[in-house]
Each structure stands twice: as C-alpha cells, then as structure tokens.
C-alpha cells in the first residue's frame, strides 16, 4: 500500500517466544491462548495464509488485520479484511493496523507486525486530490 509507513515487525519476539515453547520454558497452552473473539475473527475477517503453525504444525495461519485511531471512532479495534485497508487509508488522514497470526486449530497467536496508513502518508497535495476523488466515487 502506498500509505504504509512506521512499519514494526515483531518476528524477533516470536522466535523468542517460540523457543521458550520448544524447550518446555513455556507451556503450550500459554502459548495457544487465541481468545473465542480472536478465532471468530480469524474465521470471518481474516486472510489465509500458506505458513504452517510453527505449534502443532497442522493448521495454516490466518492474519487478522485490526484497526486503531482517533477518526475512526466507533471502528476502532475491529478486525477488517485486507482489501478493505486500501480504501480506509484514503478515507483517514491516520489510523493504525495490527497483524496478528492466529492458528484456528490449537490457538497459536502472535503480533506479526504494527504499521501506519491514511492519507498523510501521500505526498503533500496529493492527498487531498485522492480523497476528493474517492469521494466522488461513493
């Protein structure tokens, strides 16, 4: 996405916390605590992906996208699809997306990565142009 910006990624943590796993530190069923919430979400929102879980190594991983900000107001903290995000980020000037890994399996789940999107991330200018035209659209 054009818009994406400050972008965190959280696989240093994962394997840190996967090794504490692996070597018995860390219960599984600490590890695989997705909340009835998270796995809904992951069933109806989120997008599949091709990664084994890296715990019971049967179910892919889902990614659920959830959003954050000020302007969105009663939105904020709903998990939305992927290709919802790029007409959000034209309609708001900043809001923030957390990924999270979800294995709907055995509960596996994990912040994959935290960035920025909306309209201030364009160049200067442009951005009132998209959202004019964006708005012309609806």
């Not at 994406?4 to 018995?24: M, N, P, T």
């Not at 939105?75 to 999270?100: C, D, H, I, N």
């Not at 912040?111 to 999107?117: G, P």
């Amino acid at each position: 996405m054009r818009t994406q910006r400050q972008i965190v990624d959280y696989s240093l943590r994962k394997r840190a916390v996967l090794r504490e796993v692996y070597s018995g530190r860390v219960g599984v069923y600490e590890a695989c605590d997705a909340s009835p919430y998270l796995k809904s979400a992951a069933k109806f929102h989120g997008e599949p992906t091709e990664i084994r879980c890296p715990v019971c190594r049967r179910e892919h991983l889902t990614h659920v996208h959830y959003i954050y900000g000020d302007e969105l107001k009663q939105s904020a903290g709903q998990a939305r699809a992927k290709s919802e995000l790029p007409v959000l980020a034209m309609t708001f000037r900043e809001f923030q997306v957390y990924v999270v890994e979800v294995c709907r399996g055995c509960g596996w789940n994990h912040l994959v990565e935290q960035y920025l999107l909306g309209r201030d991330g364009l160049v200067p200018g442009a951005g009132e142009a998209a959202a004019a035209s964006a708005g012309r659209a609806r």
